[in-house]
């Protein structure tokens, strides 16, 4: 599937299978004053407020924060991947930050369906495990995303 | 150990032990309009975006984005929970959401050592493994979050 294929059309539970994969159709490119001001808010630390300060560090200068990457990623899915019927809900996510993300770089995200399982109990919907990568303008993987969502499962047509 | 015990004393990966526990020193409390800001910029969905939206679906009304609930984790721990040398570096994260946040919700954190390996190839550094809980204002675990720590070894005095 792309995530743009039948736009407007929602996907149901019934229309995700193991081993679908999706291209996102948008990037966003993320500058430092973004960097510090997500840092400044969430996640208060020298290597994610000030060039200077990171270039002592492991990073060798200023990089995003692992959850700003995550938030990012999370727009990204929303705006150019698979339209779900529901909204992407999430149980849960492990994450892997592999390459830091440093100003001036542009994110993009593709995706894969890992599991899709019908609920026993509640008929109404499905659990499907997703694996979403980041990356950035040269290629590199900067995350991965393996996020549990909630997909509700295609409503019987009235009168039936 | 309780994360102000020793303030000012960073605490190195020799400091960490599998089973010592913390408990984070703040709170923060989250209303709608930091709700809808964060979910505007990174999680542009209707139960995140406006009370009356949210109501008809499983939330029952506003609640907060999971990155958002994350990433506000990270700024308690950052500012109430262990001291950690180097500052907090995250290589990944395994996040369970549990139950929703919604606007007046005050969280904190408590936290645990899950493992605390030694690097081979690296005689500067260790992985540590910490399971944080964030709850609510009534006790509710709302997020468990289990993250993968590069944590700096204590540097040998010098002279030595």
Redesign the interface.
């Known amino acids: 599937m792309t995530s743009r294929d039948g736009a407007g059309q929602r996907l149901y539970f019934e229309d995700l299978q193991v081993g679908q994969r999706f291209t996102g159709d948008r990037t966003c490119t993320v500058d430092a004053e973004q960097i510090k001001a ?1 840092a400044t ?7 994610h407020l000030d060039a200077a300060a990171g270039r002592s ?2 990073f060798g200068g200023l990089v995003a ?3 700003h990457t ?3 990623t ?2 990204l899915i ?1 705006e150019g991947g698979p339209p779900l019927a ?12 592999l390459k830091p993300v440093r100003p001036g770089d542009t994110l993009s995200v593709r995706g894969e369906v890992l599991a899709a399982v019908a609920s026993r109990s509640r008929p109404d919907r499905g659990r499907v495990t997703m694996r979403t990568e980041t990356c950035n303008q040269h290629g590199d993987v900067v995350q991965v995303c393996v996020s549990k969502l ?1 997909v509700p499962r295609r409503p019987a047509p009235s009168g039936a």
Chains 1, 2 share one sequence.
Request: net charge negative.
């Open positions: 997500f808010e969430f996640d208060p630390q020298p290597f560090t492991v924060s692992g959850w995550a938030a990012l999370m727009r929303l529901g909204g992407s809900l999430g149980l849960g996510a492990e994450l892997d930050w909630l």
